[in-house]
């Protein structure tokens, strides 16, 4: 039953629109970019940095809160689908939504306010606008005094943020408008209190792990991470403090999807095996409830030992990221994440005795970046030897510490494909020169015959496409398609 009509004047003070409550909540990836936007990574999608485009995390997390507060959640997923933006505004108004909240990112962000303008033009003006994802919690309501076309902005848990938006509209916790003290955002101390992601609301077949075509889902299993690395977003975006869901209810979430038919998973964490004993734990119950599953996610070195790793391994895990970062232990001061050789090394050949794919993350371009750190860096790999590498450019996302230290220098750094090319130009190295040694460094690593070696052994078995995949998903590109 409608509560009161609740009215505001729009910022442009030429229309009213309603304030709650929204029944129709239509979730929005704007057609502006293959972006990763799940709140903690905000990387542009290329084929070498984010491995398979993955489905919308907080979107299935916050239909879930709209769905259980009573509402009507739809999620578009643009550029995973290829729309357009007149594509998406045509689709967005056949939902016939009470509001519309897009996801937008650091480098995608001009583009999404022009896809908000560009929907305002078309909506009734009952509909409210608003924005979701990283710059929320890093521009704060300046976005909305910004842009006109935005009537809010959504930070917090997706489901409980999305629920309160639901019942109670623009007054909602976790709602920021910039003209009322809202709430602050809703944080749940324990993640077994929230509703499961509601997958309903996408279409799994489009997303599908790289090479095999077999259709991903990404499983949220811990939030938030202790560590202080300078230029992550995880402390801005999910609190400093982990939280851990139940094995068991992951375990069994897990085996719920593979019944439906998928079989490969992200299990997202900050650091995977923060607690080695609930890690454990995880493993055993994934075994145990869903012997199926076969998964990837990611971690720390440090938290790393031989019998956590085995004990995921037997859960199913097959590929685990290790954020290194760099080998210089002078720049690994700087930015708060200090690389210990023989913490890596001992990681990835627990790494090996366990069947466990590992992947080293390598982050160059930061300010202090200089020819000898580059060198230190390749003799880490060498000496470490991870199975697989991936490289970013470093990136100072708004609201992170690297980003403040670099504002009190004075630099100012852009890149709109967020961490996949440089943002700047640190002064001890050109970006040339950068991408000279970051070429010689990846051909040195993948012309070792130990690391084909591994990879065949680890990845040979769970990747080899199945031809019932590869028949699956020619099925699923050709047939019509319905829903987000
Ligand atoms: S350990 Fe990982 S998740 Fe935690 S702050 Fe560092 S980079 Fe971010």
Known sequence: MPQAAETRQASDGAA???????RRIALVLPPTGPYCREDRCQSYFSADLVPSMRPPLEEVEAAAGIRGAGGTPWVLDAPAMGLSAAAAIEQVL?????????????????????????LRARLPQSVCIGLRGAPVYAFGAELLSAHPALDFLVHGEP???????????LAGAGVVRSHLPNPPAPWATSLDALPRADRTVIDPTRYRVRGTFE???TIHVQRGCPFRCTYCLVGTVSGRKARHRDPLDVADELAELTAQGTRFFYLRAETLTLDRQWARELGDAIAARAPKARWVSATRVETADHKTLQALARGGCYGLSFGVETGSVELGKRI???PHLGRATEAFRACDRAGIASLMYLVVGFWWETAQTLDETRRFIAAARPDLL??????PYPGTAYHRQLTELGVVAHSAQAQAEPALEPPGICIDEIRRRVKRLTAAHYARPAVWASVARKLGPVLLPRPGAWLRH???????????
Do not use: I, M, N, Y
Not at 16 to 22: E, I, K, N, S
Not at 474 to 484: K, M, N, R, S, Y
């Open 474 to 484: 020619l099925a699923d590109t050709f047939a019509p398609q319905v829903g987000g």
């Open 336 to 338: 708060e994440k200090v």
């Open 16 to 22: 009213r629109r309603p304030v709650a409550p929204l």
């Open 215 to 217: 259709p991903q889902a």
């Open 390 to 395: 991936t490289t970013f450019w470093a990136h």
């Open 159 to 169: 489901e409980l943020s999305f629920a309160a938006l639901c019942a109670q509209g």
């Open 94 to 118: 056949a939902f016939t939504p009470d509001a519309v909240v897009l996801t937008g990112t650091f480098g995608s962000l001009h583009d999404d306010v022009r896809f908000a303008e560009a």
